[in-house]
Nanobody
Framework: QVHIVQSGGGFMQPGESLTISCVAA????????MAWYRQVPGEQREFLAT???????NYEDSVKGRFTISRDNGKRTVNLQMNSLQVEDTAVYYC????????????????WGQGTQVTVSS
C-alpha cells in the first residue's frame, strides 16, 4: 500500500477554480497510474480522472473540459485542477495510486489519500 497525503480543498463559490494535490510516497511513482475520485454522503465513490505513467489522461464525462489532471514525477505529485466549479461538485475528493486503466475503466487499488473536502456554494 502506498501512503498518500492530499492537500488543498476548501469553500468555493460557483464559477471559481481550485487545484487539489496529492503526494504519493512511492519509490516507483514514475510507473504508477494515478486517479482522482469524489464521494458525497450516501453515494458510491465516483471516478473523475486518471493519468497514466506516460501522462495519458482520461476523464469522466461529467468533468471533461472542466477538470484537468496532471502529474509531477519529480515531486511524486498529482494535481486536479477544477475550473468553473458548480454546487454539484461539492464532495470529498480522493486520490488513488497504482491502479490501472483498462478498456475504458480505472481499477483502483487500496491506496487512497485521506480525502479533501471541497464545498461549492453561493
Amino acid at each position: 500500500q502506498v501512503h498518500i497525503v492530499q492537500s488543498g480543498g476548501g469553500f468555493m463559490q460557483p464559477g471559481e477554480s481550485l487545484t487539489i494535490s496529492c503526494v504519493a510516497a512511492a519509490e516507483n511513482f514514475n510507473f504508477y497510474d494515478m486517479a482522482w475520485y469524489r464521494q458525497v454522503p450516501g453515494e458510491q465513490r465516483e471516478f473523475l480522472a486518471t493519468i497514466s505513467a506516460t501522462g495519458a489522461t482520461n476523464y469522466e464525462d461529467s468533468v471533461k473540459g472542466r477538470f484537468t489532471i496532471s502529474r509531477d514525477n519529480g515531486k511524486r505529485t498529482v494535481n486536479l485542477q477544477m475550473n468553473s466549479l458548480q454546487v454539484e461538485d461539492t464532495a470529498v475528493y480522493y486520490c488513488n495510486a497504482g491502479g490501472s486503466y483498462t478498456r475504458g475503466r480505472y481499477y483502483p487499488t487500496d491506496s487512497w489519500g485521506q480525502g479533501t473536502q471541497v464545498t461549492v456554494s453561493s
